[in-house]
């Protein structure tokens, strides 16, 4: 049971993810984009976020440099999704304060419910 | 030939009227360019040929009574000075050497504009040959054989403007497929997960009969993802926008890897796989991930294109400064009418075993491009009905491009 901040600006993805998170009895909260996701991380500090890197307006990558939670919130554990072709931006994202990436399109309810399981329940970052 | 005679009668040029002119200009008519022969310490034009009027639209007596200034502010702004500097240096060139028997060469050739008498501009490509000396051996006239390469130089600028203009379209539609490979991939991606909510019990259970339409429409869309996967990877080779991260690597163990994650596709046919390696270890600086990849792919190749039962032999040779990794199937093999398509996008070549469309035909299209990343290449051998053998070759020490 955790309190998981969802950024994904494609909408479909987004509620799926959140269906499959709530059935799990996580607490679940969503952004559509950057800008919102920077004001919800800040007001609900969530314990784990699940970040699309690419967004519109401001990037998964934008998002971490501003938010800056590994010294603003480093209790949190933050998942980015990729693809194939993001590995700058995979790299860039690990360096803000990203603890792990699972590729997007590969990931069944299953295999997204396991990584978010034992992102949480791993005590290092 | 010519030039020589002409150089041994210099002299007797001077005294023109002694050589029957009718006969000299009859000649120089048929020269298809100009011949102009002047003095370069007077200036003088002593003689033009009549193709003057063709090329330039003025007659001989317009240079030989203007002389070389004349001549000089016809030329284009942009190319007269890189003319004049070469001149001077030839020049020099011949003076310091002297008299030799090779004066019938060329001491200097440009290309360059000029002016036309109707204000068109004209391309000319001229051959300078020393024509005679003073006493003391300087260069004393010159002949200028010109030739207008007009229609040529047209043409290679209408090909160069051609070939940008392609290369630009070729990238953009390289872009055009990026984009709407991602754009493919989120509705799949969202189908996976909503078949996947379905299959794993998220809302009602499904019937038997419904478990088996939604198993089948989950494995497809898989088979979706996988090929935007295949087409995107393409993209990136295609757009330069690989990034090798290559290291000193042990090839052999590479190779060892790429046959273990096939040995699913090896198993289910039963075929048989023999490697063969040289006694000491083969090292390369290579970008791991990338070439193990395209052995996987070259080995998916041939077992998708061999019998059952038949044996695929991975041989690894270290040849001194190159590396070289020989996949030899018993399989289909390919005619050598076929061989450049082999390696191209989505290239099927009909073949016995008619191999249905599970994979994208991306494969060795990748697997070269990326070879081919680290200064090496893929090349096959083969024989319809007997097998065919391809080999990854790559030099041991590459400057491996990190983009292409």
Known sequence: ?125 | MYYKKVTKRAKVVKNYSKISLPLMHNLTELVPGMVALYNIRTGEYIYVNQSIKKILGYSPNDFMEKGIEFVASLVHPIDLPKIIKKNDEALKRANSVGQTTNDSDPIVSFEYRMLHKNGSWVWLHTDGMVYSRTSKGKVEQIVNVSMDITKRKKTEEDLLKLTTELVALNTSKDEFVAITSHQLRTPATAVKQYLGLLLEGYTDKVTEGQKVFLDLAYENNERQLHIVDEILKITQLDLDKVQLRPKIVNISKVVDEAVDALQNNFRSKQQKIFIKKPPSIVKAFVDVEHLRTAIENTLENASQYSYEGRKIAVTLEDVESVVNIKITDEGVGIDSSDFSKLFQKFSRIPNPLSVEAGGTGLGLYWARKVVQLHKGDITVESKVGKGSSFTISIPKKNKASKRA
């Open chain 1, 1 to 125: 049971m955790a309190k998981i901040l969802i950024v994904e600006d494609e909408k479909v993805l987004n509620e799926a993810y959140e269906l499959i998170l709530k059935k799990e009895g996580h607490k679940v909260c969503v952004a559509f984009d950057g800008a919102k996701a920077l004001e919800m991380f800040a007001e609900q500090k969530p314990d784990l976020v699940l970040l699309d890197l690419r967004m519109p307006k401001m990037s998964g990558v934008e998002f971490l440099q501003k938010a800056n939670p590994s010294k603003n919130f480093p209790k949190t554990k933050i998942i980015i999704f990729s693809n194939y072709d993001d590995q700058k931006e995979i790299d860039a994202a690990f360096e803000h304060g990203a603890s792990r990436y699972i590729l997007k399109a590969w990931s069944s309810p299953k295999e997204l419910v396991k990584v978010v399981r034992e992102t949480l329940a791993s005590s290092d970052k």
